[in-house]
């Protein structure tokens, strides 16, 4: 199974005020977004962290602090607080998941690659502040009850999504 989340801001203690976020303290924070992933991601799932996964500059650290307690495999992409990443690091995803087009990238896009025959994009940095424009989904933690939104939960929210503005329509 694929997983899509962002914005977990490991450590970052002003993101409990910027978002209201419903925990007393960055500890208290951190360990509820680890039990929450590890609820719903299992070992053989691959999660795509889609930015700002820590605030910590050491990548040594994060994964002692935090990537080795969640389950599964991970791919990260870069977001505007991933200094513990390498400076090569992606910051765009795209794969075809069960013949489905999926484009990742911190940021929602007005277009993206593919849009225009039908793909998706996921994002995160609004905080959930943004309204979705065609097939777009934010997947950060504050909408998501602080867990990985699953493929399957994804192509369900697509369901009610409209169409992509850009899409191309086949003439007869």
């Known amino acids: 199974m694929i997983f899509f989340t962002s914005d977990e801001h490991y450590s970052h203690a002003n993101i409990l005020l910027y978002c209201d976020r419903p925990f007393g303290s960055v500890s ?3 360990e509820g977004i680890i039990r929450r992933h590890n609820e719903v991601v299992k070992d053989g799932d691959v999660t795509i962290h889609v930015g700002d ?27 505007s607080h991933d200094r513990w990443l ?26 993206w690659p593919r849009s225009h025959y039908g ?15 065609g097939k777009q989904h934010d997947v950060g933690v504050d909408i998501n009850d602080f867990r990985p939104v699953s493929f399957d939960r994804l192509k369900e929210i697509m369901k009610t999504r409209d169409d992509n503005p850009n899409l191309v329509r086949a003439r007869r």
């Not at 040594?60 to 870069?78: I, M």
């Not at 910051?91 to 484009?103: A, F, L």
């Open 28 to 30: 208290e924070m951190d």
């Open 53 to 79: 996964f820590s605030l910590i500059n050491s990548a040594e650290a994060v994964y002692k602090r935090y990537v080795s307690r969640l389950n599964g495999k991970h791919v990260f992409l870069r977001g």
């Open 86 to 111: 390498p400076k090569n690091a992606i910051s765009i995803w795209e794969e075809t998941i069960e013949g489905q087009v999926v484009v990742a990238c911190h940021y929602a896009m007005r277009v």
């Open 119 to 133: 793909s998706w994009q996921v994002h995160g940095h609004s905080h959930g502040r943004l309204l979705a424009l």
